[in-house]
């Protein structure tokens, strides 16, 4: 079945340490993004990246880092500059050409710094 | 000011009500529009797309699209208690960047 999988589902993190989290799909799509949602609020955008080794900062970057050297995986790492890193973190992915914005999730990674 | 407001809720409902969510937004330049569905702890997952102004209907629920009055809506006809899980709209351009709003809780009561 094609889909979005994330690892892990959850991790648990000391502060001041870097954390990375796997985003692989296997729909073929070239669009890839990650987004952060807390607790009321709804989805803001990390990263997204529209082909392989290109990517562009969105909304709330700093204190994270992604890289896409396939276009099947797309991993994100929270490092110690992210001052508020506990959240739930979702990957996504898009077909390219079609800017409708319509996007196929993943199952979520949940960080919990201690 | 955010670019998209949901109605917050939570929202109780009775099994067979119809339920109605509700989104406003600002920029102009949004033409797509969607609606997702979250259950706990779950990744969301697309309900409706839509383009243009007007309705569109699938099953039980109903997506709305006023642009004339940047509104948008999300009908849910005979609600089931399968139904409880937090609603998100979001909204894009032609970038195909979506913003999304916060999110309305419902839950189904039996």
């Known amino acids: 079945d094609g889909g979005i999988t994330q690892s892990p589902k959850y991790l648990f993190r000391k502060e001041g340490q870097n954390v990375t989290l796997s985003c692989e799909q296997n729909?073929?799509?070239?669009?890839m993004y990650w987004y952060r949602q807390d607790p009321g609020q709804g989805l803001r955008l990390i990263y997204y990246s529209q082909i392989v080794n290109d990517f562009q900062k969105g909304d709330i970057a700093e204190g994270y880092s992604v890289s896409r050297e396939k276009k099947e995986s797309f991993p994100l790492t929270v490092t110690s500059a992210q001052k508020n890193p506990t959240a739930f973190y979702l990957c996504a992915s898009s077909t390219s050409g079609r800017a409708t914005g319509e996007l196929f999730f993943g199952e979520g990674s949940r960080l919990t710094v201690l | 000011q955010k670019e998209v407001e949901q109605d917050p809720g939570p929202l109780s409902v009775p099994e067979g009500a119809i339920v109605s969510l509700n989104c406003t937004y600002s920029?102009?330049?949004?033409?797509?529009f969607m609606w997702y569905r979250q259950y706990s702890r779950k990744g969301p997952e697309l309900l409706m797309y839509t383009y243009s102004s007007g309705n569109k209907e699938d099953g039980r629920f109903t997506a709305q699209v006023d642009k004339s009055s940047k509104y948008i809506s999300l009908f849910i006809r005979d609600s089931q208690p399968s139904d409880s899980a937090t609603y998100l709209c979001a909204m894009s351009t032609n970038a195909g960047k979506s913003t999304f709003g916060d999110g309305t809780t419902l839950t189904v009561k039996p």
């Open positions: 920029n102009s330049a949004f033409q797509y």
């Open positions: 729909l073929n799509h070239d669009a």
